[in-house]
């Protein structure tokens, strides 16, 4: 992984760990919530969909924006245990009953029985999760795969390249420099 990537993901661990510890966290949940819910107007989420976020974080504000505006199950993991911590009480305060975090790996994590998975921008080995993806994921399950912008390449020291055996079905460019692609599994 290139060193500027590096240096932003160990850098926006720190900010939302300090965020999640402050009233800032609402600011900033409000603030994003618009970016995520246009993203994730090309998923076209359904009641009873089982969502998973791999790398959610400490301020699982993807989940939070979703379960605020669409009925379904919603669960996020992360590989700190901290960050799990931090998490629970954030979307306990949101008094949320169908968001569940837990501390999992996404490189081991059952698979199988989510129709949308978020991968983030922090999450790495992508590779390798994607390769689990592939062979291990449900046919039909719609991915969220989040990269920066295509001019930020140059910085991340990354390409904008879909994975081997998906195909994009669109993307969508979010205000905070970050694109999200909707990917299927390809035949």
Known sequence: MHKSKKTHDKLFIMVEKFLAS???????????????????EMVGIKENDNIL???CGSLPNTLISLARNFKANYFG????????EIAKKVVNEYKLDNVIIEEGDAFTYPLKNFDVII?????NAERK?????KNEAKNGVKIIY???WDFLNFIYGTK?????GFKMMTYHKRRDFIKSYLLEKSD
């Open 22 to 40: 402050t009233p800032l966290k609402h600011a900033y949940i409000n603030f994003f919530e618009k970016a995520t819910l246009e993203e994730f």
């Open 53 to 55: 976020h791999a790398g």
């Open 77 to 84: 993991i992360d590989i700190d245990p901290e960050a799990v």
């Open 119 to 123: 991968v983030s921008f922090g999450l």
């Open 129 to 133: 999760f994607f390769e689990r993806l």
């Open 146 to 148: 989040r990269k920066q």
């Open 160 to 164: 904008d390249e879909i994975p081997e």
